[in-house]
């Protein structure tokens, strides 16, 4: 694997990933930032309004505020097809050994990523994940998800669509991946970086 590895230009390995870069849409606009009391009292007598209202914030007062960020990251699950979820916990303190344990990946997998977290005061909106993989130092994917808006909630679960990861020769080897969450305001949420490894099979 490792010889292999040595033959292959990363510049190469960009071909075989299906996501192109992806930069978000300039159509885009932020929404004003309101105050959770003021959106609660506001239309009061609207019930239309009102049933939409508790479908976003839920029972937002009982949520513990366990201070620090108002969006709290728990952790992020990659969930191949057939097979256990490989999880990666984002509540450590020490986020830097995720780089230490790369997860291994077949290639040609099928997969969802599966993304835990907690909303504790406000409405967070536009909530958005960013992704950057490098090959030998070189990018070879970049891509961005819009998670949407969410209201205070102990835990809330966001599924991306499906995705097959990259195969062939030129797709197999080690990644490193830079990851960030933002919001609209651009408040970074949290950032890391990890590794995964693409082989022939799973073991």
């Known amino acids: 694997m490792a010889s292999a590895d040595a033959d292959v230009d990363p510049q190469d390995v960009a071909k075989e990933f299906s996501n192109e870069d992806n930069p978000e849409s300039t159509d885009y ?50 969930k191949p097809t057939g097979r256990e979820a490989i999880s ?12 230490k344990n790369p997860i291994l990946v077949k290639e040609g997998c099928k997969y969802i990523i599966s993304i835990d977290f907690k909303v504790q005061r406000d409405i967070v909106s536009g909530l958005r994940y960013r992704q950057s993989s490098y090959r030998k130092g070189i990018r070879v994917e970049n891509s961005t998800i819009m ?56 073991s």
């Open 29 to 78: 606009k932020v929404p004003k930032k309101v105050d959770l009391e003021t959106i609660v009292k506001t239309d009061a007598d609207d019930e239309a309004l009102i049933k939409y209202k508790e479908t976003l914030l839920g029972g937002f007062k009982d949520v513990k505020d366990d201070g620090g960020a108002n969006v709290l990251l728990k952790a992020m699950h990659f």
């Open 88 to 99: 990666l916990d984002l509540t450590k303190t020490d986020l830097q050994s995720l780089k």
């Open 147 to 202: 998670m949407g808006s969410y209201g205070p909630k102990e835990l809330h679960c966001f599924n991306t669509v499906e995705d097959t990861t990259p195969s062939g020769m030129l797709a197999r080897g080690s990644y490193n991946v830079k990851s960030k969450f933002i919001d609209d305001d651009e408040n970074t949420v949290l950032e890391w970086e990890w590794t995964f490894e693409i082989k022939k099979e799973w």
